[in-house]
């Protein structure tokens, strides 16, 4: 049974999270399925949770990210709600 390089497909991983490249990371994921998928590949228990390891941490960058996006957004929503509320004021005070 032939094996992955898991080394390299995890370094790969932490490389594309350490970008926050995100396309890459769904690029590389797709990739590795379908190479997993294939009759003859397989992964021994070592294989499989430094893979875990890999793809956990990029969960959680990824949701730290976009945790802080979302963060970012709600910043951008309350300073449009303010600026829509100061020009009311204005508008009101001119009439």
Request: hydrophobic letters at 45%; one cysteine or more.
């Amino acid at each position: 049974m032939t094996r992955p390089d898991v080394q390299r497909w995890c370094q790969a991983i932490a490389e594309a999270v350490d970008r926050r490249d995100w396309d890459a990371l769904t690029v590389l994921d797709e990739r590795l399925r379908r190479l997993l998928s294939e009759p003859g590949h397989g992964l021994d228990a070592d294989d499989r949770a430094a893979l875990a390891s890999a793809y956990r941490a990029a969960l959680a960058a990824s949701g730290a990210e976009l945790d802080a996006l979302g963060e970012k957004m709600s910043a951008i929503g309350q300073q449009r709600e303010g600026r829509l509320a100061y020009a009311q004021f204005s508008e009101w005070e001119q009439a």
